[in-house]
């Protein structure tokens, strides 16, 4: 397959890859868990034209929900939330890790008004605990939530976890997904995909 003959979302794996988004080796997840693939989204910030190409992925999900303001998650989910605010013209908010001790003390920066629906938007979702988080100080500062959407699921549990806490997880790809595109466009091979396949799934 050449790459003229790639799917957006195709060649937005590949891009991830050669970024360095995309690690392979022996790493342990804040979730506590073993993996032989580690994302680091945090590196898209460096990269304005891939940055760009994932705010674009993000757009063909967030045109289909509704939402008042888009939420980032602290901090990974911060420069994503800031180019997709910007791609779509949308208002952006996010919540502080720890709220301010000085100025106006605010937990949540940006505008918003009490009763708004916020879109949470991060980077990837494991376990779901950082969208949880995210989505508690949100509505403790009296806003609504019902959606999050992410680039990478990586399919260990996390969308069952929103699900049952009464929330709608939407991701652009899978983990898999990307392994497997990372398979065709030989980019990895047989070995490491089946071995890393079995560390996600374990």
Not at 129 to 156: C, F, M, N, P, W
Not at 168 to 190: A, D, F, K, T
């Amino acid at each position: 397959m050449s790459d003229n003959s790639l799917t957006p979302l195709e060649s937005l794996a590949v891009t991830l890859y050669d970024i360095g988004a995309v690690q392979f080796g022996k790493f342990k997840l804040h979730s506590g868990k073993k993996s032989r693939v580690y994302l680091d989204m945090r590196v898209l910030a460096s990269f304005p034209e891939a940055l760009r190409e994932v705010a674009g992925a993000y757009r063909t999900v967030l045109e289909w929900l509704e939402y008042d303001v888009i939420a980032a998650t602290p901090l990974a989910g911060l420069p994503i939330g800031t180019a997709i605010a910007l791609d779509m013209n949308q208002p952006l908010i996010y919540p502080r890790k720890t709220a301010k001790s000085y100025g106006t003390g605010k937990a949540i920066e940006g505008v918003y008004t009490v009763g708004d629906t916020a879109i949470v938007i991060d980077d990837l979702v494991t376990s779901g605990d950082s969208i949880v988080q995210t989505i508690a100080a949100l509505k403790a500062g009296g806003l609504r939530v019902t959606d999050a959407v992410v680039l990478i699921d990586r399919e260990q549990g996390g969308a069952e976890a929103l699900r049952e806490e009464g929330y709608r997880l939407h991701s652009i790809m899978s983990l898999p997904y990307l392994l497997n595109v990372l398979l065709e466009q030989e980019q990895i091979g047989e070995k490491k995909y089946n071995k890393t396949l079995k560390s996600i799934s374990s």
